[in-house]
């Protein structure tokens, strides 16, 4: 007897993809792994270099002028928000008084500076202690350190102005505040004077606009006379 069921045809395998990626596939991988590489790399210049760079440079300053200094790893730059800050700071050079500032804190207004106007936001000092002492021959020194050898360094690195170069631009702060300042002065008589800032605050210098001159509080001592005036 005939056996009248027929066995299935076979079905037609479907050829296996491929293992690899197409090539378009691989060098899209490879051009936006290399802008991610290049993205990161200029953040990490724009926010993370810019404070180390400074205390190296400001290191590398003081220790040529043999200025005894620490904190300079308080440092800290963002450019992107135009802020800077350092302290506490301590320094001296030789064997005089260690001066120290407790905080100094900038905050810039990039915006202004395509309008050609250095705008601070805001500026704060405070816990500062310093001795100013004029030597026999009249020359100032702060904590030791020569006032006129820090100018003398500060000039040689600024480039000539050019004529007019500057003359469009304006300067302008917001809000300055001064506290708890204390600085004594000796002059080459050996006669002392003592200032104390409890507190100054500076609001509204702008020199593009003349007609608001601003306002400032000032309360402080001048060798233990109070001083006050607004």
Known sequence: MRDNHKAPAPTPSRPAPSATRPWWRRR???VLASVGAVVALLALLVVVAPRHIARFVANHYLTG???DVEGVKTIDIDLLEGQFSMGPVAFRSGEAE???IGLLGVDLSIRDLFEKQALL???IVQDVNIDIKQGADGELSINGVSLRQILA?????KPEPEPDSTSS??????????RNIVVTFTNQAGGTARVDVEHLNLLGFRTWEPNKPGT???????NGIDVNAY
């Open 153 to 157: 360094e500060g000039a040689k690195d």
């Open 98 to 100: 260690i001066g120290k």
């Open 28 to 30: 899209l991988t490879i």
């Open 216 to 222: 400032f509080v000032l309360s402080g001592a001048v």
């Open 121 to 123: 936001n805001s500026v």
């Open 65 to 67: 002028m043999e200025i």
């Open 169 to 178: 631009w304006g300067a302008g702060v917001d809000n300055m505040r001064l």
